[in-house]
Every structure is written in C-alpha cells, then in structure tokens.
Antibody
Framework: EMQLAESGGGLIQPGGSLRLSCAAS????????VTWVRQAPGKGLEWVSF???????SYADSVKGRFTISRDNSKNALYLQMNSLRAEDTAVYYC?????????????WGQGTLVTVSS | EIVLTQSPGTLSLSPGERATLSCRAS???????LAWYQQKPGQAPRLLIY???SRTTGIPDRFSGSGSGTDFTLTISRLEPEDFAVYYC???????????FGQGTKLEIK
C-alpha cells in the first residue's frame, strides 16, 4: 500500500526554523513528483512547494526564499525546511504524491503535521 | 496567476438530492489540469476527479466532473450521507509549475 507520513511539526516562535519530514512507503520519491500543501486552521488548502522533473523545485510566492524542499532518496523521504517563520505560516502541512498519469493531481496524501508559530 | 472561485460557499441539501458545485477560473485553464478533492473534518483531502472529468480509482460513479476553459462543475448525482464534506477544485499551471486551489464549497446536510 502506498502511504505518506509527515512528522516534525510543533510550536515554534516567530522567526524560528523547523524541518518537516515526509516518509514514503509503497513507492519511491526518487521516481515520483512530490509536493507540500498546507491548511491554516479553519481555512482552505494552499499549495506550498513542488519537487518535479530533474530535481527542479517550485514554490508559492508566500514562502519563496524562506522554505526549501528537498528529498533523500536513500531514506525515501521528502523534507520541507522552513526558515523565518511567521504567524501566518501556522497550518497543518501535508505532503502528497503528484501523479503525472493523473494529470498532475495529488493522488496520495499524508495525514498532516501541525505547525504553530507563536510566541 | 490564475484565481479559482468556487460557488456556492455552502450548499445545503438532503441525502438523495443532486449537488452541483461550480469552479470558475480567472483565465482559461487547460482541462487536463483541473482536479477536484473531497475533505472531511480531521482528514486529509482525497482526490476525486482529475483532468476535469476522469474519476480516480475507487470513486463512485455518482461523482462526475465536466467543463472546460474557465468553467468547471462537480456533480454528485444522488447524495449519500458520506458525501457531506468540503470540496476543492485545483488547477496546475506548467509555466512555471504552480498549483492553485479554490476556496472550497462546504456541502452540508439540510
């Protein structure tokens, strides 16, 4: 069964840094496109970052320059390094698989990890 | 940047009724890159429809998607109790690669 599991969330002060992890099972991150999506409390979904062809990356304007997506093929894991965190970054962060054969839709999702930015 | 606007914000219907959810884009979207997701409280989103009209594996045929250009629709032909949730549309733009979600439609029991 293909699964994703996020970890690393928690309470962090404004201006701080946090690294989220996403462990994949049942498929390899090296052969797939993967992405991060977040959801602020009581709000809708916001796309954050995307790891795609040839190891290229893409970011939402709201996080560009502060967040970095990466992966470790040996651990079959995806990461999101978040720096200069702001209160508006408070959200549940999901990792998801991008299925190219499904028109680049997100077909597998993790359960999410909560990041709270507050003093 | 393409903005997706979903309507209505909330839809109140009874089980057995037909639900029609709208997603309108601020500029033309490649039909291949329009998807719909369902999200229940405390759960991750679940992919329902990709390519505007293709159901993904395991999605009942009461769910259908249609549309092109700037106007897309998700239809649930006969609502089951488990269908009451929030629904999001999403588009993918390849130059540069970016995604946009609509703000969501909450489908609630009347």
């Amino acid at each position: 069964e293909m699964q994703l599991a996020e970890s690393g969330g928690g309470l962090i002060q404004p201006g701080g840094s946090l690294r989220l992890s996403c462990a994949a099972s049942g498929f390899t991150v090296s052969n797939n496109y993967v992405t991060w999506v977040r959801q602020a409390p009581g709000k809708g979904l916001e796309w954050v970052s995307f790891f795609y062809v040839g190891g290229s990356t893409s970011y939402a304007d709201s996080v560009k320059g502060r967040f970095t997506i990466s992966r470790d093929n040996s651990k079959n894991a995806l990461y999101l390094q978040m720096n200069s965190l702001r209160a508006e970054d408070t959200a549940v962060y999901y990792c998801a698989r991008v299925n190219i054969g499904r028109s680049y839709a997100f077909d597998i999702w993790g359960q999410g990890t909560l990041v709270t930015v507050s003093s | 940047e393409i903005v997706l606007t979903q309507s209505p914000g909330t839809l109140s219907l009874s089980p057995g009724e037909r639900a029609t959810l709208s997603c309108r884009a601020s500029q033309s979207v490649g039909s291949s890159y329009l998807a719909w997701y369902q999200q229940k409280p405390g759960q991750a989103p679940r992919l329902l429809i990709y390519g505007a009209s293709s159901r993904t594996t395991g999605i009942p045929d009461r769910f259908s998607g249609s549309g092109s250009g700037t106007d897309f629709t998700l239809t649930i032909s006969r609502l089951e109790p488990e269908d009451f949730a929030v629904y999001y549309c999403q588009q993918y733009g390849s130059s540069p690669p970016k995604y946009t979600f609509g703000q969501g439609t909450k489908l609630e029991i009347k």
